[in-house]
């Protein structure tokens, strides 16, 4: 899967960057290496953790972002920090100690796989606004993953004698969707802070675990719902939330209705 998305999002960015005449221009060679080698690690420990425990358990625990874009952002690229944010990463703390120790029987090494993942994909998204405000392209930003990513995942290729017809669909089609992801989440941090992008980007926790649920039936104990209603409140932490706005116009975004 992980392989699937680098080989298709490094041909898709280079396609769509051809077709709309948009350069491939590098003026920043290092927050392009930073980007590509912290958002590879992060997704191929991402997708270990689905795959040690499930959808819904590993895109909440990879949730934990704010938590450590607060602290990175502050300590490594000048982003502003409110004492006002606190309350709910505290919040969000909580929760995923919770999610941690729910009682289920999934093994702690996927759980702490992806806590390893948030860790690093927080780095690789304040390299993406930092690439974003200076003007590389989101193709330029997303292809940067995908070279770094392919080999970390070339491991996997001979799975691909195994994939049948019917999975091959899905599997591309899932990797377009995430290319157009990618490309929108650039898109977005050009005009606000990583960690106001992290925080609405909780908004597809719901949806996901509920599909995890459906789908693969997720393992849903009392205590994992306590954890992610801990996620919930660092998402609804008005005063956070609040101080973390920008002053370019994105205000109307960032304080729209999470609920």
Request: glycine fraction near 10%.
């Given at each position: 899967m992980a392989l699937a998305r680098f080989a298709v999002g490094a041909v898709l960015s280079v396609g769509f960057s051809f077709a709309f005449r948009v350069p491939l221009r590098v003026t920043n060679w290092g927050a392009l290496a930073g980007r590509g080698f912290f958002g590879a690690v992060a997704m191929t420990l991402y997708y270990l953790g689905i795959a040690w425990t499930s959808s819904?358990?590993?895109?909440?625990?990879?949730?934990?972002a704010p938590v450590f874009i607060l602290i990175i952002g502050t300590l490594f690229f000048s982003e502003p920090f409110h004492w006002a944010s606190l309350a709910g990463l505290l919040a969000c703390m909580a929760g995923?100690?919770?999610?941690?120790?729910?009682?289920?029987?999934?093994?702690?090494?996927?759980?702490?796989?992806?806590?390893?993942?948030?860790?690093?994909?927080?780095?690789?998204?304040?390299?993406?606004?930092?690439?974003?405000?200076?003007?590389?392209?989101?193709?330029?930003v997303y292809l940067s993953a995908c070279v770094?990513?392919?080999?970390?995942?070339?491991?996997?290729?001979?799975?691909?004698?195994?994939?049948?017809?019917?999975?091959?669909?899905?599997?591309?089609?899932?990797?377009?969707?995430?290319?157009?992801?990618?490309?929108?989440?650039?898109?977005?941090?050009?005009?606000t802070t990583a960690t106001t992008g992290s925080l609405l980007s909780y908004l597809v926790i719901p949806m996901v675990v509920v599909l995890s649920a459906v789908v693969v039936d997720e393992q849903i104990t009392a205590r994992f719902l306590a954890g992610a209603a801990g996620h919930r409140g660092r998402a609804d932490c008005r005063n956070g939330v609040g101080g973390l706005r920008r002053r370019n116009g994105c205000e109307s975004v960032i304080v729209e209705d999470e609920g």
């Open positions: 819904g358990r590993a895109t909440l625990l990879m949730n934990v995923a100690i919770l999610i941690l120790y729910d009682g289920t029987s999934y093994p702690l090494a996927g759980s702490l796989a992806c806590l390893a993942g948030a860790f690093f994909r927080d780095f690789a998204i304040n390299f993406v606004r930092r690439l974003r405000t200076s003007q590389h392209s989101s193709y330029l770094f990513g392919i080999p970390f995942t070339l491991h996997s290729a001979g799975e691909a004698r195994t994939l049948s017809w019917s999975h091959a669909g899905p599997l591309l089609f899932v990797s377009v969707i995430m290319f157009g992801a990618q490309i929108f989440m650039g898109y977005g941090y050009k005009h």
